[in-house]
Structure formats: structure tokens, C-alpha cells
């Protein structure tokens, strides 16, 4: 909580105090938030085909749609986080909703593919001011000692927006229709938005004599460290991720990456829920751990080619590694920040969607010039280089308790 609060300010925040118990309903409140935000930006790889027949245009310019969300989320993450940190949580985490509201609605009524490209993009742009404010958000609602566990209540919509909403969703494509399927993540947003008013605290954004500019907050001590941290992590997961098909079908497991893809999701979730359990106090061994057992699990991806209790073990090993890297590194970067921590995960998110991008791209390029072959090696490099820079953060980014 800001300790420099006006008084006009602290009778709104007495208004709302921290609730004594677990505030259940508004972490899930977020959490839900942060489903919708990961199911607008992913559902249309899973329903690719269709949207493209519906449009009348190449599956490659339908690829766009999600390229298009993701240059939202990048330009608006930073300079729109900065504009509304002094905004009141409430009313902007509602504002980002509507305009997810407002946005699928359009790509569910529109026949048009440019209309479609620019409601996405704006969506996007929703999606990266909801994703610089709701770690501030959900740790503002409990004392310190309980501010990881709300972080990882809050992030769970993540690998569940993942693991059961972008494979639900592509099930309902095919069944009623991809408008539908937009349309029906409005209806969600709506209840949502209900469920917001009725359950969720409010508090007063940062007030302006306390927000530092830009590059005063990079140069707080460990930010860097963290960023380039989130950087190698999600920049190696995201070169397995984008190719994990042609990669299993190089391994010999062309038939079996649904379940590969089942079993990191179900991973995924169970890492996220241990990480709430244990981050509070072990915020720096678990992201060691995390980094050394990612890299462990890509030498696994290395040598178990054909074997498939190998492989099994290695994509379980990535699931429950990386489900709780959001959590992990979003605490880390609002300890490291402290008041300016609206604006650390603004960064975050610049740099996390930077790693997509680059996961596509370096991806790509290892593909036709090396092989699928080279993956392992390649993100055993990146989580190594990550493991140092973690490891020697120890008095800033990644401290030890």
C-alpha cells in the first residue's frame, strides 16, 4: 500500500481495507480476467481453419489476428500502464473488460478482415494495460505475508485459459460455430463485469509526486535482472511451444500431441498451484529450481527422441516449470519495483511478448537451417544463460529471504 496517500485517498482506502481472510472472490475475479485476456489472444490458432473459411481469406492472414493482438499488447503495455497508473484500479481493470467486451464482439459480427484486424489489435491493447496492473492489484489485497499466494490465485487463469479454455473453445468452434465462441466469451465478460462491482475492493491509483519516470524505474537495482530473466525463460519456451508439432512428429510422437499438449496443461496448472504454496517464502529457490529443472527437461527432450517415458517425463517437467513462472516472475519484478511495481510489469509484459514474438522467429530460423533437432540445445543455452543472471541477483531482482 502507498504510504503516501492523500487524505481524500485514505477515506476511499479505509472504504475498502484488506479483508482479514483470503479474498477469494476478487483474486478469481482477476483470474477470470486474465482467462478471458489468454483465450482472446490464443483461440484463433485453435480455430484457424474455420475463421479463415468465414472471412474468405489464406490461413496465413488469419495468423495475423494473433499477430495482431500481440503488437496491441506490445506498443500499449508500457505508455498506457504510465497513463493510468494515477487511474482508480477498479474502474480501469472494468475498462479493460469492456474493451475485451467490445472487441470479440466485433470479431464475432464482423465479415470484413480489416475491421476484424483492428478489433484485435485494440483488444490487445486491452489485454496489455489489464496485464500491467493486476499483480499490483491482487497483492494490494493482502497483508505481505500472503502477497505471493494472491499473486498465484490471480495468474491461475493462465495455464487454465491454456490447458482447458483454448481446447474447449476449439471443440465449440467446431460444433457451433467460431462467432459463436466469441460471442460467447462476451457473455462471460458481462457476468464478469457483474461479478466485479459486486465483490471487488477498489483502491486509488499511484499518486503523481510518487510515480518515477521510465528510465528511473529500469534502473532500479534487479530490474534488469529480471527482465532478462523473463527474457531467456519465455524466449526457450516459446521456441519449443510454437513448433512443439513438427518438433513430437521429428521425435516420433506425430500422433500423440494432444496428449503431450494434455499433459503439459495439467502440469502446468499443478505448478502454478505449488508455486502459491510455497512463494511467499521461497520466491528465489523456485525460480532456481525452475530454470535448472527446465533445462534438465530439454536435455531430456535431447536424448529421448523415440522414447516415450522420456518424453512423457520431460513435458512433464516443462509443465511444472513454466506454469509457475508468471507468478514467479511477476512477484519478483513487483518486490524489485516496490511502488513503481504497476509500471515493472508493464516492462514484463513488453519484454514477455517480445519472447513470443522472438520464440516464432528464432524458432523459424533454427527450423530450415539447422533442424527441429536443435531445440533442446538451443533453450538449454538460453535457461543456462538465465540461471546465471538469476543466480547472481541474489541482493536485487531475485533476493534471497
Known amino acids: ?59 496465413a492472414l488469419t495468423g495475423q489476428l494473433v499477430t495482431s493482438y500481440a503488437l496491441g499488447s506490445l506498443l500499449a503495455a508500457i505508455p498506457l500502464t504510465t497513463a493510468t497508473s494515477g487511474w482508480r484500479r477498479r474502474p480501469l481493470l472494468l475498462l479493460c473488460l469492456i474493451g475485451f467486451l467490445v472487441f470479440n464482439s466485433v470479431t464475432a459480427l464482423s465479415a470484413n478482415y480489416s475491421l476484424t484486424l483492428v478489433s484485435r489489435f485494440m483488444a490487445g491493447v486491452s489485454a496489455g494495460v489489464l496485464w500491467g496492473m493486476v499483480a499490483g492489484y491482487a497483492r494490494r489485497m493482502v497483508a505481505d505475508p500472503l502477497k505471493g499466494r494472491a499473486m498465484a490465485v490471480a495468474m491461475v487463469g493462465t495455464p487454465f485459459g491454456l490447458a482447458i479454455g483454448v481446447p474447449a473453445g476449439t471443440f465449440l468452434g467446431a460444433v457451433v460455430g467460431w462467432r459463436a465462441v466469441f460471442g460467447l466469451m462476451s457473455l462471460l465478460t458481462v457476468l464478469l463485469v457483474v461479478w466485479i462491482l459486486w465483490k471487488m475492493p477498489d483502491y486509488p491509483g499511484q499518486q503523481a509526486g510518487t510515480r518515477l519516470p521510465l528510465h528511473k524505474v529500469i534502473a532500479i537495482p534487479g530490474v534488469r535482472s529480471v527482465l532478462l530473466v523473463v527474457l531467456t525463460w519465455v524466449l526457450a519456451h516459446n521456441i519449443l ?21 494434455l499433459i503439459f496443461g495439467i502440469t502446468s496448472i ?36 523415440g522414447q516415450p517415458m522420456i518424453m512423457y517425463a ?6 511444472l516449470t513454466y506454469g509457475g513462472s508468471p507468478t514467479l516472475l511477476q512477484t519478483a519484478i513487483a518486490e524489485t519495483a516496490g511502488e513503481s511495481a504497476d509500471v515493472g510489469q508493464s516492462m514484463l509484459v513488453t519484454v514477455w511478448n517480445l519472447a513470443i514474438g522472438g520464440g516464432g522467429l528464432v524458432g523459424a530460423i533454427l527450423f530450415e537451417t539447422i533442424g527441429v533437432g536443435s531445440f533442446p540445445w538451443a533453450l538449454c543455452i538460453l535457461l543456462l544463460l538465465g540461471l546465471i543472471i538469476a543466480w547472481r541477483a541474489k541482493e536485487h531482482g531475485f533476493r534471497s529471504k
Open 314 to 319: 520431460a513435458v512433464a517437467i516443462w509443465g
Open 241 to 261: 511451444y510454437t513448433y512443439i508439432a513438427p518438433y513430437l512428429a521429428e521425435a516420433g510422437f506425430a500422433q500423440r500431441v494432444d496428449l503431450m499438449l
Open 270 to 305: 499443478i505448478g502454478t498451484w505449488l508455486t502459491g504454496i510455497w512463494i511467499d517464502r521461497l520466491l528465489r529457490p523456485l525460480v532456481l529450481i525452475g530454470l535448472i529443472s527446465f533445462t534438465v527437461a530439454s536435455t531430456l527432450f535431447g536424448i529421448g527422441s
Open 1 to 59: 500500500m502507498n504510504n503516501h496517500v492523500s487524505s481524500a485517498q485514505y477515506s476511499a482506502v479505509a472504504d475498502t481495507p484488506r479483508s482479514e481472510r483470503f479474498p477469494w472472490g476478487g483474486l478469481i475475479a482477476l483470474a477470470m480476467a486474465g482467462f478471458i485476456g489468454v483465450l482472446t489472444e490464443t483461440l484463433p490458432a485453435g480455430l484457424l481453419p474455420q475463421i479463415s473459411a468465414g472471412l474468405g481469406i489464406s490461413e
